[in-house]
T-cell receptor
Framework: LAKTTQPISMDSYEGQEVNITCSHN???????ITWYQQFPSQGPRFIIQ???TKVTNEVASLFIPADRKSSTLSLPRVSLSDTAVYYC???????????FGSGTKLNVKP | EAGVTQFPSHSVIEKGQTVTLRCDPI?????LYWYRRVMGKEIKFLLH????????ESGMPNNRFLAERTGGTYSTLKVQPAELEDSGVYFC??????????????FGPGTRLTVL
């Protein structure tokens, strides 16, 4: 089961772009990379998922280099409501369990 | 489409008592997972159902915990007898079983269990 490493915390200001990088050196061929957002007293919420190159949806972009040993979640123009913990998870298409690390606590300031 | 629901949202019991947590996954999702966060630590996997079968229960802490998913729909997690260290937030997640889509798990809001 591939584990991930990401910064414990990050600070940003409203309107800035935030990039959170995650390391997953032992990622396997069948693994996908998924990012979740969690607010206090809520369950983790799916943000974006990718396998390789770049994926973009209405809230974020996910950049994955060719070797897939890392990934970067990009949040454009963050607002105060984006203050949350962000988890980078690696999971295969066999629907196995996720391993949650400590996540990255993003603090967006006014 | 309704999301994953969990009941109760909060439960306070005394040490030695029994508590049953319930999870209703998204309709049609064959995969159901239980996780928990204890004492501000990281979210840890407990077990995984595929329909009514236990696919992986390697995260269950001990035999005081019993999970069931009769009929492959909702699931229950019973703690009997509860101990102080069982306090935490219990999350349920579900995902559809379709190939080529990775593993997008949809999480419920969690049940906060407090054992006094």
């Amino acid at each position: 089961l591939a584990k991930t490493t990401q910064p414990i915390s990050m600070d940003s200001y409203e309107g800035q772009e935030v990039n959170i990088t995650c390391s997953h050196n032992n990622i396997a061929t069948n693994d996908y990379i998924t990012w979740y957002q969690q607010f206090p007293s809520q369950g983790p919420r799916f943000i974006i998922q990718g396998y390789k190159t770049k994926v973009t949806n209405e809230v974020a972009s996910l950049f994955i280099p060719a070797d897939r040993k890392s990934s970067t979640l990009s949040l454009p123009r963050v607002s105060l409501s984006d203050t949350a913990v962000y988890y980078c998870l690696v999971g295969d298409d066999n629907f196995n369990k996720f391993y949650f690390g400590s996540g990255t606590k993003l603090n967006v300031k006014p | 489409e309704a999301g994953v629901t969990q009941f109760p949202s909060h439960s306070v019991i005394e040490k030695g008592q029994t508590v049953t947590l319930r999870c209703d996954p998204i309709s049609g999702h064959d995969n159901l997972y239980w996780y928990r966060r204890v004492m501000g630590k990281e979210i840890k996997f407990l077990l995984h159902f595929v329909k009514e079968s236990k696919q992986d229960e390697s995260g269950m802490p001990n035999n005081r915990f019993l999970a069931e998913r009769t009929g492959g729909t909702y699931s229950t997690l019973k703690v009997q007898p509860a101990e102080l260290e069982d306090s935490g937030v219990y999350f349920c997640a579900s995902s559809p079983r379709r190939s080529g889509s990775g593993n997008e798990q949809f999480f419920g809001p969690g049940t906060r269990l407090t054992v006094l």
